[in-house]
């Protein structure tokens, strides 16, 4: 079922924790789909505003767009169509036979390729080039992508690690962190969050901003390695902050995503200074006329992601006559 398929390639969107805070309605008679906010997937402490909410819920409209172009298919988009229920947060409906001037079928062939990498990435730049087409990406869902350097980028690092550090020592913060991973031995249904397998090496050396997702614990067999001394970061940033630029932001970070993937890139997320109101503001480029940052992103040249697991279909879409 064609329904069905759409659905799979939406929900292979990233999502913080890998909380895959969505569902998907689809009316037959209407042949639209409605995105709504699923609060299963939302955190509680690292994310009261839902904000983080909102991106994950972005990139999956993001891959719906690239999968339905991909069909054939235009597709009309609105983002918040239905004030009165704020829990619907977007609808897309399928019209004609598409066209090539909204053609972002060239980005499917790495919906379901693309995956975090928490491995080392080798110190070699990006290509000016590559960089460019990146900021276009996200210029094209008007949202800023920037690569921070100088003493931006060490400000950066430093708010990142500032934050790692309370996130070890916060009770909230492990909560919410405890929810979504996933130990070897853990018995739950393994269809949400972060496995064990996929936590990535503790970081012995370099400068690389890594979250650790075992909490300060130790795991038998876990290696610890070096990673990048010059790590590259972008920053995703909006000159408002409201849902309505969440959304964006996740749609231009899964757009960034998917283009970096077909540029045999890898990527990882760094949001350890977003979920903290204080560290969040300075992150900002005070040069620049996007003054909220988004997400944070790490870029590099490394071994490619591992799948994390998603929930069934069946568990995320119903279908109206």
């Known amino acids: 079922m064609v329904i069905r398929a759409l659905v799979r390639d939406a929900t292979a969107a990233p999502s913080m924790h890998n909380a895959q805070p969505w569902r998907f309605q689809y009316s037959r008679r209407h042949r639209v789909f409605h995105l709504r906010a699923d609060l299963r997937g939302s955190l509680p402490h690292s994310d009261p505003e839902l904000r983080a909410l909102h991106i994950g819920c972005g990139a999956a409209l993001m891959n719906l767009r690239v999968a339905v172009a991909h069909e054939g298919w235009q597709a009309v988009t609105r983002l918040l169509p239905q004030p009165a229920d704020p829990m619907v947060l977007a609808s897309v409906t399928l019209t004609d036979r598409l066209g090539n001037d909204d053609d972002p079928a060239d980005l499917y062939p790495a919906v379901h390729t693309r995956h975090t990498s928490r491995q080392p990435f080798a110190e070699k730049a990006i290509p000016e080039p590559v960089r460019r087409a990146l900021g276009d990406a996200a210029r094209r869902e008007r949202v800023s992508l920037d690569f921070p350097s100088g ?52 970081r012995r050396g370099g400068k690389a901003p890594m979250r650790d997702f075992a909490g300060g614990k130790t795991i038998p067999g876990r290696e610890a390695v070096d990673f990048e001394t010059s790590p590259q970061l972008a920053l995703l940033s909006t000159a408002q902050d409201r849902p309505e630029d969440w959304l964006r932001s996740g749609m231009a970070l899964e757009r960034v995503l998917l283009l970096a993937t077909l540029e045999g890139l890898a990527t990882s997320f760094v949001t350890q200074a977003l979920e903290w109101h204080e560290l969040r503001w300075p992150l900002r480029d005070p040069t620049s006329g996007m003054a909220y940052v988004q997400m944070v992103l790490r870029l590099g040249y490394g071994r490619p992601g591992t799948r994390t697991p998603r929930r069934p279909v069946a568990e995320v879409l119903d279908v109206e006559p």
């Open 151 to 202: 003493w931006h980028l060490q400000s950066v690092l430093e708010l990142i690690l500032e934050a790692e550090a309370r996130n070890l020592t916060d009770a909230d913060s492990a909560t919410d962190l405890a929810r979504f991973t996933r130990s070897a031995e853990d018995t739950r249904a393994a269809t949400e969050g972060v496995p064990e397998y996929a936590f990535g090496p503790r």
